[in-house]
């Protein structure tokens, strides 16, 4: 019995995913929902009495496959964070539950409780910190901009993904990458 | 008398960009933008008898300030780019109407009469082309690399502006635009 209660939440939070990534927080229905899960109303009602609710499991969802993506980095953190940005661009092309829980950080309809675009930012941050720390690159400033750079690189190709998949395409996001200077001291 | 309905059609595209820049194109209700702009749901009616044309409108009017950002390129197609970067980002910092047409480029629930995104897309890869013709930097194919990463940078800072208005300041974007090598052949 437990089993199946769990088969149906799970259920309920991926065709919720899929609402909230195609319409939006405000203009998805439940009733849609509960549909694609193959549930009543009444079940969705049970395991999620609030539409509040069903997007809060969606991004605790969401931020469990975002702990792969961002693992703690071993020898060089700058390898770890290249990794990082094909890992977010294929998590956010593949995995609708990510993509909503991205998409639903950046709502402003109501209270994110992980904000997925924030976890992303820091995480990069650390990253380029550690990969700069003691290169002649962090003497400029040139750390924070390019936590900038690599946060606003992978958001504005994740948002312009939704009108043309090329822009999270591999080869998009390393050619990309590619021109930012190297991390770890090989920049003057 | 001309006049009078010139002012009023253009407050109630301004009223229009607002509403659009804040609430989006589906949920923007018609009775703010009239009593926004001072006229009556008769007025606006009278103006645009749809709200696709109230869009259309907006978007008309975001692309003749757009022509202003991408003004042909002198001398020096890099230094117009650069300068085109600052001015797409203090453009959508400072002027809704220009904000709400880049937002409606993006919206599924219509179809966009000028789709400011691509546009702007269009420019820089013209203009990435101009700077690098003949450098050595054309070789790899980094020039479309470059565009992409310029297109998705300016969409990804506009993006995060609307939850931390750091992202568009000036010092971010330019920190973000010195990140990428320079164009014009100084990249071997």
Excluded at 79 to 101: E, K, N, P
Excluded at 123 to 141: I, L, Q, W
């Amino acid at each position: 019995m437990r089993d199946k209660a769990a088969r149906t939440r799970s259920r309920l939070i991926r065709s919720a995913a899929t609402e909230f990534a195609e319409h939006g927080y405000v203009r998805a229905k439940l009733s849609t929902i509960a549909a694609d899960a193959g549930v009543s109303r009444g079940a969705l009602h049970f395991h999620f009495p609030k539409k509040e609710a069903l997007a809060d499991a969606v991004e605790a969802s969401a931020a469990e496959r975002f702990t792969d993506v961002t693992g703690d980095w071993d020898e060089s953190a700058a390898q770890s964070l290249s990794q990082a940005v094909q890992a977010f661009a294929d998590l956010y092309r593949r995995d609708v539950t990510f993509r909503a829980g991205v998409l639903l950080s950046c709502e402003k309809d109501r209270k994110s409780t992980v904000n997925l675009v924030q976890r992303w930012e820091e995480y990069v941050t650390s990253a380029v910190a550690a990969a700069e720390r003691g290169s002649p690159f962090s003497r400029s400033g040139a750390a924070r901009h390019a936590s900038s750079a690599i946060v606003a690189m992978t958001v504005g190709l994740a948002f312009l993904w939704h009108d043309n998949e090329q822009w999270l395409a591999e080869s998009t996001v390393s050619g990309v990458w590619n021109l930012l200077p190297p991390l770890g001291g090989r920049v003057g």
